[in-house]
Antibody, heavy 117, light 112 residues
Framework: VQLVESGGGLVQPGGSLRLSCAAS????????MTWVRRAPGKGLEWVAN????????YYVDSVKGRFTISRDNAKNSLYLQMDSLRAEDTAVYYC???????????WGQGTMVTVSS | DIVMTQSPLSLPVTLGQSASISCRSS???????????LHWFHQRPGQSPRRLIY???TRDSGVPDRFSGSGSGTDFTLMISRVEAEDVGVYYC?????????FGPGTKVEIK
């Protein structure tokens, strides 16, 4: 199982970024998928998840209305569109496979997002 | 939302000794299907988190049997027997029984 994130970087407050996650060595459409983040000096925080067919989506309250999770099973890819970014969104973002009930069994290496002027 | 707490938040241990981490939830994690979705993860410095134990006590493949999980309801424990140098890092519990999933704050394990 391999998950490879990309798209992180430095962005100004109010700006946007789109994270991507390329999945390989398993069938993406068989799994819920999740984004988890870890801010500097802090612990892990669940950000959003998406159902197998992309219809069901859930978000942590702090990103609702600003972040959008999506997937393309044909391309074995997961995405996170992040708009209206704030300094408190600064974190390493991990793409995570969720086999059931948030028992996250595979993690990517993470991509750093820095929101700063 | 269910609030997860862990104690201690910092745990200095001696190589070869045992370590115990407590995880408590603000509500029972017993799901209506009879299962309890409390999982443990370990994050070494500079690495991604890795799952150690799922559903309270089931160890993942490749995880040494020095690691064991126990508990029920709102009180859970991760036990590490015979601590080794590779066990350093931060340990997190997470509840998956109710949305949204919530992590504990983490317990940092270091070698004395």
């Amino acid at each position: 199982v391999q998950l490879v994130e990309s798209g992180g970087g430095l962005v100004q407050p109010g700006g946007s970024l789109r994270l991507s996650c390329a999945a390989s060595d398993f069938t993406l459409e068989n799994y819920w998928m999740t984004w988890v983040r870890r801010a500097p000096g802090k612990g892990l925080e669940w950000v959003a998840n998406i159902g197998k067919d992309g219809r069901d989506k859930y978000y942590v309250d702090s990103v609702k209305g600003r972040f959008t999770i999506s997937r393309d099973n044909a391309k074995n890819s997961l995405y996170l569109q992040m708009d209206s970014l704030r300094a408190e969104d600064t974190a390493v973002y991990y793409c995570v496979r969720d086999p059931d009930f948030h028992a996250f069994d595979a993690w990517g290496q993470g991509t750093m997002v820095t929101v700063s002027s | 939302d269910i609030v997860m707490t862990q104690s201690p938040l910092s745990l200095p241990v001696t190589l070869g000794q045992s370590a115990s981490i407590s995880c408590r939830s603000s509500q029972s994690l017993l799901h209506s299907n009879g299962n309890t979705y409390l999982h443990w993860f370990h994050q070494r410095p500079g690495q991604s988190p890795r799952r150690l134990i799922y559903e309270v006590s089931t160890r993942d493949s490749g995880v040494p049997d020095r690691f064991s999980g126990s508990g029920s309801g709102t009180d859970f424990t991760l036990m590490i027997s015979r601590v080794e140098a590779e066990d350093v890092g931060v340990y997190y519990c997470i509840q998956g029984s109710r949305r949204p999933p919530t992590f504990g704050p983490g317990t940092k394990v270091e070698i004395k």
